[in-house]
């Protein structure tokens, strides 16, 4: 049997993906460090295949590592062999990814982000691993472009988080273009990856105060939060807020597992997509629908824009449709109705009050 490096899965995208992963057959080995995230997640995963009926335990292999030891990634692909279930493919979600911690300590975004990419494609090299997926992200566009954004798209990023992550892909075309004949890449870049599984055992659990707009309604709408903080009604938008497009994490994961078997059965290439639903959201109509859909009240009041802030951001996806028949099947209300499920269920996240 052969296997698939998840790192940094059990993060929030990474833990949905492994699930959908699992339910497709995959045999996965996790790398993370748990920085930012909890064991609890994977756990959680192996509860929600039990209910299932499928016992997961020998299809997910968890290992506890920092990606920026190389040593460690060795040891993780040697492990895969000896295990006879050597890792064919990498899945690369594992890194640091908040724009205000970046601002204030560029030094562990490019360590993290950075080095570790380039520890991790130089081992898959020495094993004759030749796929990855490269979690990038729509931030790698910056302030210039106008929506909807296709992939050749001005590339600008106005923070040291999207500067990594526009490194990272620059990074991995050099190495393709040195491999030629050998290396299959994808960058996707994500627009807003938000909800949850609908068990509601998994979801989105940042450490600390969160900066990105679910979480912070998710706790406002079970009361651990006051009030919603709306960063701006001057935005030449709709209603003078800002547009995001927001894509359910469910979906996310499918574009994960396409994206994969396309770069399997197709020749070596590097390719990269957007992946978001191409529907733009305003933050009042996003407080509107969470209200409605989970029929609460979300109290918010309008502060000053947020610096770095664009007006509107919403993918062109005609490319992933095309390349990898992928489109999102959840909407804005599933996104809702979900991130609350998942808040109502865990208050506090996978570890409890001392988490946050
Ligand atoms: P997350 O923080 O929940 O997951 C990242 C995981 O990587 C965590 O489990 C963390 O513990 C692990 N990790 C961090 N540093 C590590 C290290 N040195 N060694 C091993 N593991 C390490 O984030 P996420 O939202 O699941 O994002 C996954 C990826 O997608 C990230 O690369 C992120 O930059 C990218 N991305 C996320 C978003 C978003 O809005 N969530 C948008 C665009 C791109
Ligand atoms: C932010 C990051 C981006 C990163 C992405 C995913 C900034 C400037 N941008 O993007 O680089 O790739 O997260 O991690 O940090 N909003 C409020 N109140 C809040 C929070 C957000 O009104 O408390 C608004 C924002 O102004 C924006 C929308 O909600 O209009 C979405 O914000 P957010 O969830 O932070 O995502 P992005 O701004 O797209």
Redesign the pocket.
Known sequence: MESILV??G?????SHTCLSLIKKGYCLYV???????SKLSISNVIKILEIDGLDATEFIDIVK????NKSTIRDLFLKSIADKKPIKSVIH?????SVAESVRNPSIYWD?NLI?SLNLIEVMLEFDCLTIVF?????VYGLDNKSPIKENGKLNPNNPYGNT?LAIEKLFNDFFQSNKKKLKIANLR?F??VGAHPSGFIG?DPKGIPN?IFPVIAKVAIGIQKKLNVFGNDWPTVDGTGIRDYIHVMDLAEGHIRMLEFLENNESQIVTLNLGTGIGTSVLQLINTYEKVNNIKIPFQFVHRRSGDVSELVADSSFAKKLINWAPNKDLKDMCKDSFNWQLKNPYGFNGPQNN
């Open positions: 790192t940094g059990a993060g929030f995208i990474g790398l993370d460090s748990f920085v930012n995230s590592g920092d990606i920026r979600f594992a890194g640091l990814k993290t570790s979690s990038s992200s729509a931030t992550k994500y807003n990856p989105e990105n």
